[in-house]
Structure formats: structure tokens, C-alpha cells
């Protein structure tokens, strides 16, 4: 049974938790996208990976178990209603994935599935949480960026992952439900082309 990693002791989580704060900042700084960030998305060959909606606490608690929702850590009401918005700032724009793949944690599935309807959603491992006990953090990496590569000009895609999976991709923190539209930059590097702060 694939259970998270519940290895850290305290002193190690309250450290983690720091690092993450330091990012916040930037954070705070997120605007809408502006026109070049609108202007690659109508392009395409691009992906918009969000970070799922807010849930409540940091860590999925102990006995989490892939595929049940109770075991985890899921979206409150403040995170449905972000889901919503998101997905109807998307209509607004005329803006379709050509693809929607989530994480297979309840909360990403959620955020994907109020955003963008649940028949929209594949469900893809690589974008799970590299800190899940059995995951191949590296192998993860690779699949998500050789699949960036292939987002063809004329489309996007849209991805719901986790802090830690866009913190190994491009540095730094994200805030709940904020999107970070990418494209690859050749050899395996990620471009971060701008934010979308969260709705």
C-alpha cells in the first residue's frame, strides 16, 4: 500500500515550513495574467499548472490511502469556490485545454473537476506529490517535462499538481490555486512564461 511519508520529526517539519514561507512573498506579488501571458496561451505549446485549491493543513495525515478521499487532506468551501471561479475565468476568455490532467490526490482531483467538469479530467501519476512514500521523484520529473516539450503550438494544457511537484519544476513557492503558465525551453528546461494569481 502506497502511504505519505511521515518520516520528518518536528524540527524538520517546522524548517520546511519556513523555506516554504520565505517564498510567500513573491507570492503576494501575483497579478492576473497580463497580455503576454494571454497572448502565449491563445498560442499554445504551452501548459498552465496549477497548484490544487486550498485545503486546510500542510501534510495528508497518517493512514492516507490513494483513491479515498477520507484518508486525505481535501479542498474546504473557501477551495471549491476558487475551483468555480477559475473555471469560469477560463470560459470568460474563450479558453479551452486541450487537455485538463490532474493529480491522483482527492484535493487536485476536485480543484480539476469543479474548474473544468469531471468528464475533462485525466488522472496522470506523474503529477502526484514526489514526497508520497513510494514515488520516484525523479522519474516524475522527467515524464513532466518530456511532456511539456509536447504541447503543440494551437493548444494548451492545463495541469492540477502540489506545492512540491512546481517547486522542483521552476523554484520557489506557489499559493493555493495559482497557476503557472510553462513551455519548455529545449534540453529538458522549463520556461516560466508568467502567473495567474489565484481566483
Known amino acids: 500500500m502506497v502511504r505519505f511519508d511521515h518520516g520528518f520529526d518536528a524540527a524538520r517539519r517546522r524548517y520546511l515550513m519556513l523555506a516554504l514561507g520565505?517564498?510567500?512573498?513573491?507570492?503576494?506579488?501575483?497579478?492576473s495574467p497580463d497580455a503576454a501571458t494571454l497572448d502565449a496561451l491563445r498560442h499554445g505549446g504551452c501548459v498552465v499548472a496549477f497548484r490544487h485549491a486550498n485545503a486546510p493543513g500542510t501534510f495528508d495525515p497518517p493512514g492516507f490511502q490513494p483513491g479515498r478521499c477520507e484518508t486525505q487532506r481535501n479542498l474546504d468551501d473557501a477551495g471549491r469556490a476558487q475551483s468555480r471561479r477559475l473555471g469560469e475565468w477560463f470560459r470568460k476568455q474563450g479558453l479551452v485545454p486541450a487537455a485538463v490532467r490532474s493529480s491522483p490526490w482527492c484535493r487536485c482531483l476536485e480543484t480539476a473537476r469543479l474548474a473544468f467538469g469531471e468528464a475533462a479530467v485525466q488522472t496522470w501519476d506523474a503529477l502526484g506529490s514526489p514526497r508520497a512514500e513510494g514515488s520516484d521523484a525523479q522519474r516524475q520529473q522527467a515524464a513532466l517535462r518530456t511532456a511539456l516539450a509536447r504541447v503543440p503550438a494551437g493548444g494548451f494544457e492545463v495541469w492540477v499538481t502540489h506545492q512540491f511537484t512546481?517547486?522542483?519544476?521552476?523554484?520557489g513557492g506557489t499559493a493555493s490555486a495559482e497557476g503557472l503558465v510553462l513551455r519548455s525551453g529545449g534540453d529538458g528546461a522549463v520556461e516560466l512564461i508568467g502567473r495567474m494569481a489565484p481566483a
Open 166 to 171: 512546481l517547486s522542483a519544476l521552476v523554484g
Open 22 to 31: 520565505a517564498s510567500m512573498p513573491a507570492l503576494s506579488r501575483a497579478q
